[in-house]
């Protein structure tokens, strides 16, 4: 089990000013922040970072979405930090996560679903590395 976990606030949730609720979710759930910035992917970004979904039919959707305003990319830490981190945001389809989650909180849609989490340990420290190099983590 990995120790860390990659997220971003997402454009959507971003905009409507969530951000500060959804970090606090994060800390009162015991996950420490290791890095943290704020941003504006370029379209070139988004679809680099989301290269895995390069040939499913959502991904020029996707990759504008996470284009089109700031997030703010953090790398989190605790234990068993992926699935821990997957249950507090809740499923991908807010319409189906569980009450508390952040998602059922705070995302308006599967696309608009307010925040990504790594879904692997490999992914973490992949997406991690996307963002941070070692001297921006603390």
């Keep these: 089990m990995g120790n860390i ?6 454009p959507d949730a971003f905009s409507k000013n969530y951000t500060g609720k959804i970090i606090d979710m994060f800390l009162q759930a ?42 703010v990319a953090a790398i989190l830490e605790k234990e068993n930090a992926v699935a821990d981190f997957r249950k507090l945001i809740g499923a991908t389809n807010p319409a ?13 849609s599967i696309q608009n679903n307010a925040v990504h989490g790594s879904d692997s340990d490999e992914n973490a420290r992949i997406e991690a590395g996307f963002f941070f190099s070692e001297l921006e983590r603390i």
């Design 5 to 10: 976990t990659l997220t971003m606030v997402k």
């Design 30 to 71: 015991g996950f420490k922040i290791k890095a943290m910035k704020k941003m504006h992917l370029t379209k070139q970004q988004a679809q680099q970072f989301y290269l895995v979904h390069k040939d499913r039919p959502f991904y020029d959707e996707l990759t504008d979405f996470m284009s089109s305003g700031p997030i």
């Design 96 to 108: 189906e996560a569980e009450e508390g989650t952040i998602r059922k909180l705070y995302a308006e």
